[in-house]
């Protein structure tokens, strides 16, 4: 499984454009950000308050990250479909080794194509604040921070693994991979802030399970910034906020805490990676 699994990282990793496009959502959302949509965000919180550019690009970084957990595995399990479309997964099953090998190969090379390019995109993002005069995070923020990135790219891959089950063709997988990359900027709450969203849409947002770890990116990217941007506001006004900008989600009366939003990732994981094993035996069968 090692062996086939570096294999597909080899296969990722030379190719230069498989590279670019699975980080194309990660480029577009960025340069919106600094054409666009930067300006207005910042021009929204109240005057007076300091650090309001700081805030902001804390909270577009940390959504950037959660987007690209799930754009460069969906780019790492091309090769999966890729396989499938020039029939080199039959000359595979038909080789001396288990199938589940061979699957798990494909997964783990996709885990950790998320967990290399997730990384480069969260320290170049780091870089970036420094460079602006912003606030990096903390020895045990940047913990924090990456062990919840680790934890959504296995959601992320499990999501992804049983979306691609179904593609035998490349120009299926590319439709597929098109439309998720143009939807996840809105799903994650990244092109606008889940706050200025029809309730119904706020609600789509806060079920798309990448979306948990947006929220808990911006809570450890935003802790010290908010802290010091709402230094003497009320609570409540600070509430809303978080509520607005998806830092906070909730759901009627109930807000969503840490435990929540880490046990929906872990069972999205589970619950995804299950139906997935599911299709492929069932397609193996048919």
Partial sequence: MLNFAVRNLKIF???????FFSLLSVFIIIGIYVLFLGDVWIDNI??????????????IIAGIVSVASITTTMGAFAIMVEDRARKNSKDFYSAPIKRSKIVGGYILSAFVVGIIMSFITF???????????GTVLSFVSMVKFLGVMLISVMASSSMVFFLVSFFSTTSAFSTASTILGTLIGFLTGIYLPIGTLPNAVQWVVKLFPISHAGALMRQIML????AITFAGVPESNVSEFKEMMGVAYTYGEYTASTTTHIV??????FAFFALALWNVSRKRKA
Avoid: C, D, H
Wanted: cysteine-free.
């Fill in 46 to 59: 109240p005057e007076g308050l300091s650090e309001a550019e700081n805030l902001m690009k804390n909270w």
């Fill in 223 to 226: 802790e010290e910034p908010v």
């Fill in 264 to 269: 929906v990732l872990i069972s999205i994981t």
């Fill in 123 to 133: 320290v170049i993002g780091e870089l970036y604040i420094s460079v602006s005069g």
């Fill in 13 to 19: 990793f030379r190719q230069k454009s498989a590279v």
